[in-house]
């Protein structure tokens, strides 16, 4: 997991759902670090810095992709 390669930062785990659907559908090796801490504590997020995306080298340049797509296309709001 030293390898792996920081893509994304979050504030808040609602804000990836469905960008962790869209990975694991094509196979992407990938974790979201600090998840637990602040799935559990989220007040801890802007003291850690947020929740890390990190891809395994080999998968970036498609995790990159599937990211721009999912930010371009992404049209949930809330209300």
């Not at 893509?7 to 637990?36: G, S």
Request: net charge negative.
């Amino acid at each position: 997991m030293n390898n792996f390669i920081k893509l994304a930062v979050f504030t808040y785990p609602h804000e990836y759902t469905i960008l962790k659907l869209l990975l694991e559908k094509e196979n992407i090796r990938f974790f979201f670090q600090n998840e637990t801490v602040i799935g559990v504590i989220p007040f801890y997020s802007n003291a850690l810095g947020g929740i890390f995306l990190k891809v395994h080298p080999e998968d970036l340049e498609e995790a990159k992709a599937i990211l721009e797509d999912y930010n371009f296309e992404n049209h949930l709001h809330i209300v």
